[in-house]
Structure formats: C-alpha cells, structure tokens
C-alpha cells in the first residue's frame, strides 16, 4: 500500500471538486439552509404557543362573576393568548384556524361554583392538532384550579367538558396521515426523475435520439410521460399501504385524494427534470434533494402551524407547492371536505404544474439544442 498514491487520489478528487464550482456551492449551501431551518424550530417556542378563545356567558350572581377569575388565570399562564369571542363564531375561528380552542363560561357558572360547589364548563377544539387539544384542556384545567383554590378548602368539583369538531376517534397516525402522503410521494418522486432523468444523460441518450426521426416535441412529451406512470404507480402504493395496510381513515372522498396524489404526482416529476438539467453529476442532483424538500417538510405545516412563523418565513411557505398538498389532504383526509371545497388549493397546484411543465420542456429543449 503506498501512502503517495492514496494522498494522489485523494488530491484528484479534492481538486475536481473545488474546479466544479455547482457541486462546491451545493456542499456549503444546502447544510446551511438545512440546519438554518432546524437551529429556528428548535430554539424557538412558536409551537407551544396556543390560542384560546373565551365565551362569556356567565350572568354572575348579584355584582358577582367568577368566570372573570378564571379568564383572569388564564392570562396569567405563559405560552396562551386569551381571545374574547361569540359562541355563533367559535367553531368557524376553529376551522380557520384563528383559535386553537375554546372554552365557553355558561350564564349558571357563578351560581353553581357558589351554591352547588361545581365549577363547569365546555372546552371545544379543533381535532386536528391533538397536541394542541390536550394543552387547551390542561390550561383551562389548570386556571380552574388556580381560581377557586382557596374556596370550600379545595372541596370544589371540576366539570369540563370536552368537544372537538374534527378527528373524532382519530389516532396520531390518521391526523399525521395527510401530510405523509404528500411528503414522501413528493420526495420519492422528485428522487426517481431527478437521478433516472439524469442518467439518460449520461449514457447518452439523448445524442442518439437527435440523429433518429423522432421530433424534439415528441422527445420532451414521452419522458414526461414515462417518467409519470412510474411515478404514479409509486405515488398509488404510498397512497393504497396507508389505507389499506396502516388502516388510515379518511373522512372524505378516496376518489378527491387519489387525485390530488396524481396533481403531487406532474409537479413533483416535472419539477426533477427541471432541476436535473442543472446537474452534471448524480452528486449534485442528490444535492438537490434537501435544498428543495427539507424546507417544504419544515414550512409547509407539518410541524409547525404556519400562522406561528414569521412573517419572511412564511413568504416562503406559500411559494412551495407541498403547502397547498398538505393543506387540501388534510381538509378532504380529516375534515371530509369535497373537492371542491379546497379548489383554491387545487388551482394552485395546477399552477405549479403548468408552471413545471413549462420550465422542464424548456429544460429539456435547450439540452437537446
């Protein structure tokens, strides 16, 4: 073994690597975004942030209404933002999102805590997020307790309860569900075209195409659609293990998820052939891989609500197409919405598409030139 020849090897490679300038930005960038990204979520508490709503109903007894000294220590616990609200705008704030839940103070409360001992109230949240569901319930809990502990000497009795209008039954998985599909079919695609798209290259598939009959035309539309009907068989057997191997519920109709797993599908096949033609090697094309998916996994809602970012970071999210996938998944997986209930988010991504489209025949046209 000859250490000269290992060091001579060695400083080949180095060499080739600092002359490719791409694949040298690429090394320093992605782990930059990448651990960017992950340096904010983790040193940040935007997430255990929780919005409550409060409707007060109470009708006191006398000059006297207790349900002032809940929402009081309610206020004074970290991490919760109290929202005065109407009972008739509740459950529209929490499928919108504004709230995270609600309590609601009915016009007995004073009267029962004084002449019954019972301290009751109807916690509603939203389902979704049963993080979120459990804090509500623990602070309300908690502010309960904190107001009326020194009365009756602790003897009261805690009635509260609990109502979501969404994920009824639902388990983590089923919640989490919407979002898997639309990540890992976006990935596993983005994955298969980028390389197999560029390997083509490389073996010089494309010089011997330019010298037979076929039009340039006719080139562009058939790796199109040969690289989506394995894409989609791909993206129907992510789609047919959850349902029917990991048992996933879906509310809505399979038939509006299949074809949002197909929309996922164009974009995400169009968009490695777009990004591959910028790779002269499988090492830059895996590069691309988390500067393009890892932020959509982080700003897309998944872990964290998108409301909760700032505002730079959110521009971010709504530029990306797995925000809208995401979104419309879950509305039709979990809250049984129809498909034309998210058609924003369907014109969206059928924006993307197009957009995708344009850019990987225009990709493929001046590789062919």
Do not use: H
Not at 191 to 212: A, P, Q
Not at 214 to 241: C, H, K, V
Not at 290 to 307: E, R
Request: with cysteine; hydrophobic share 50%; aromatic share 10%.
């Amino acid at each position: 073994m000859s250490p000269l020849r290992i060091l001579s090897l060695a400083r080949r490679i180095i060499t080739q690597c600092l002359r490719d300038r791409r694949t040298f930005g690429l090394i320093i960038i992605v782990p930059s975004v990448v651990m960017a990204l992950l340096g904010y979520f983790y040193t940040t508490g935007s997430s255990s942030t929780v919005t409550l709503g409060v409707v007060n109903e109470d009708a006191g007894l006398g000059s006297l209404s207790l349900s002032r000294d809940v929402v009081d220590a309610l206020r004074g616990q970290d991490n919760l933002t109290v929202i005065e609200v109407s009972r008739a705008d509740v459950n529209q704030s929490l499928k919108d999102k504004k709230l995270d839940g609600a309590v609601i103070f009915g016009p007995g409360f004073t009267k029962d805590v004084i002449l019954n001992g019972t301290v009751s109230a109807e916690v509603i949240t939203e389902g979704t997020d049963q993080g979120k569901s459990v804090a509500v319930n623990v602070k309300v809990r908690n502010a309960m307790t904190s107001a009326f502990a020194k009365m009756k000497n602790g003897s009261l009795n805690l009635n509260v309860s609990s109502s979501v209008i969404y994920g009824e039954g639902f388990t983590m998985l089923d919640l989490f569900a919407p979002y898997l599909l639309g990540v890992i079919a976006f990935a596993f695609i983005f994955i298969f075209t980028g390389v197999t798209f560029l390997r083509e290259r490389s073996f010089g598939t494309f010089e011997r195409l330019l010298v037979s009959p076929i039009t340039r035309s006719e080139i562009i539309l058939g790796y199109m659609l040969g690289f989506s009907l394995f894409a989609i068989i791909q993206s129907m057997i992510i789609l047919l293990f959850a349902v029917f191997v990991l048992n996933v519920k879906i509310v809505g109709s399979i038939y509006s998820v299949v074809a949002l797993q197909l929309l996922i599908t164009l974009v995400s096949v169009n968009l490695g052939i777009f990004c591959s033609s910028f790779a002269k090697n499988e090492l830059q094309a895996v590069q691309f891989i988390p500067l393009l998916i890892l932020p959509q996994v982080f700003l897309d809602g998944m872990f964290w609500p998108i409301s909760t970012l700032p505002g730079y970071l959110q521009v971010f999210s709504y530029i990306m197409p797995l925000t809208y996938a995401n979104d419309a998944l879950q509305n039709i997986m979990v809250r049984g919405y129809g498909i034309w209930d998210v058609w924003a988010d369907v014109a969206i991504l059928l924006a993307f598409a197009v957009a995708m489209i344009a850019l990987s025949a225009m990709s493929l046209n001046k590789r062919l030139q």
